[in-house]
C-alpha cells in the first residue's frame, strides 16, 4: 500500500469529512460486510493481505492504550479438525437450551467455516498487560476485552473491503479452546476467526436468509435523554430517510 | 446517501475486494480514527449525519443475529453536566490505582468531553432481548455485550469517514450511570460517547503523544498455532513491510 494511506494525506475534505465515494466505500464495508460460513472458497489467502488485515485490527482503540490483543494464527489441519469437533459438541451442549419449536431450524444453519477457510485465527486478551497503568479499567475491569472486540471489528471491515470473508464462531467452550491453543490463565480467547476468500459476500445476513430473525426498525431503539424516553423525532426521520437502498 | 451504497452495486472487483481508492478509504478511517477528547469544536451534529451513524451502528454483527443494543441520544445540558460530574468521582477513585511515578501525568490527561461535544450518546446492551433464542451465547454469555461492542466501532468508524470525532468515556461507575440514565437492571450501559464535530483528528493517539505509552510492535503480538508459538515468519515480515506510512 501507497503512502497515500496515511491518514493526513488522502480524501479529507476541509470539514475533515472524508470525499463522497470514499465516505461511500466505508459504509460500503459496513453494510456488506457478512459472518461467513457457508461461501469460502479453497484460493489461499496471502500473507500480504493477512498483514494488512492484523494492522488494522492492531489500530483499534484500547483502554489506557494497552492493546491486550494476540493473534494466533491457525493453520494446521489436524488442530483445525479438532476445533471443528469442539464446535460440534458445543453445539450439542447448547440445542437442549433453544426453544423446542426452533430446534429443527437451529441443526440445519451452517454455523461455521473452521477447516473451509483458508486460516482461523484466535484474538485474544492478555488480562494482565496493563498492570501498572491500568487506565480506564478500574471501575470496568472488562474494558480490555472490549478493546479487543473493537480489533475484532476492525479486522472484519478490512477483511470485508479487501474481498475476504470473516466468521466468528461462538460456539465453543472456553476451557477446551484454551486447552488445545494452550491459552494460559491470565489469557482470555475473545474471538475464534475463520478467515479466507469466498465465493460471494450474501446480500442479507444468513440468519435472515434462513428465516432465524430479521433485522430490527432502528427507529425503535433510539431513546431520548434516558433510557426508553420518548423524542428525538427529528432524528427518528432522518434514520428512515437515511440510506433508501437498506430498507427491505 | 444515493442506492450506490448497497454492497451489491460499487467498488466490487472481480475477486469481491473493494478497488483500490475504496479499500484505502476504509483503511484511512481505521488508522485515522481518534478517541478524541480535546478537539470537539462547538457545532451542532447534522441529524441527518447522526443518523447514517446509528444505522452504521446497528448494521454490526451480533451473536444470534440478536441487535441487543439501544441508543440513547443525551443533549440536555444539565444532565450532561452531571454525568461530567460522575467522571471526575470517579477519576478521583480511579488515581490512587494508577502506579505513583504515573499519577501527575494521569491527573493532566484530558480524558473526557462530554460538555464540549455536540451530544452524547449511550449505546446500551439489553441482556434479555433474546431470551428464546440464544443461538451462540450459552458457551459464552458475554457475546451479546461482545456484539454491542461491534456497533461502537462501526459507528466510530463512520463517524471519522464523515468528520465526526467520537470519545469513548469508560471512567464512570456503572451503578451511577444506571441511576442517572435511568436504565433497567438487565440492560448494561456498555459504551458512553462524546461525540461531534471536531478542529483536528489528531495524527497519534492522545496517549502516545502525551507519553502515556507507546504502540507495541505488532510482529510481536502474533503467534502460530498455540498461545507463544513462534513460526509466521513471512507473516511477520509481510506486516513490517504493509503500510511504509505508519512505521514511526
Not at 198 to 213: C, H, I, T, Y
Request: glycine fraction near 6%; charge should be neutral; proline fraction near 6%.
Amino acid at each position: 500500500m501507497p503512502a497515500t494511506c496515511h491518514p493526513a494525506q488522502t480524501h479529507q475534505n476541509h470539514d475533515k469529512s472524508f470525499e463522497h465515494t470514499a465516505r461511500e466505500a466505508v459504509y460500503h464495508a459496513i453494510f456488506g460486510r457478512r459472518d461467513v460460513r457457508s461461501h469460502f472458497s479453497p484460493e489461499p489467502l496471502e500473507d500480504a493481505v493477512l498483514a494488512r488485515l492484523l494492522t488494522a485490527a492492531h489500530h483499534a482503540p484500547s483502554v489506557g492504550y494497552m492493546q491486550p490483543w494476540n493473534f494466533i494464527v491457525i493453520r494446521d489441519m489436524a488442530r483445525r479438525e479438532r476445533m471443528r469437533d469442539l464446535f460440534f459438541a458445543a453445539r450439542e451442549q447448547e440445542l437442549p437450551n433453544i426453544a423446542a419449536e426452533r430446534q429443527a431450524l437451529y441443526r440445519k444453519l451452517k454455523l461455521e467455516g473452521i477447516c473451509e477457510s483458508a486460516v482461523n485465527l484466535c484474538i485474544t486478551c492478555d488480562r494482565s498487560r496493563a498492570q501498572n497503568s491500568p487506565l480506564g479499567r478500574w471501575h470496568n475491569p472488562q474494558m480490555d476485552l472490549y478493546s479487543t472486540v473493537c480489533a475484532v471489528q476492525n479486522f472484519w471491515l478490512a477483511a470485508r473491503a479487501e474481498g475476504v470473508g470473516v466468521g466468528w464462531v461462538s460456539i465453543l467452550d472456553e476451557r477446551a479452546v484454551k486447552r488445545e491453543l494452550e491459552i494460559p490463565a491470565h489469557v482470555a480467547p475473545v474471538a475464534y476467526l475463520c478467515v479466507g476468500r469466498v465465493s460471494q459476500f450474501a446480500n442479507r445476513p444468513d440468519l435472515e436468509e434462513k428465516g432465524w430473525g430479521s433485522r430490527l426498525p432502528l427507529p425503535g431503539l433510539i431513546m431520548s435523554e434516558t433510557f426508553g424516553g420518548s423524542g428525538e423525532a427529528a432524528l427518528k426521520d432522518a434514520v428512515l430517510r437515511g440510506f433508501p437502498s437498506l430498507r427491505s
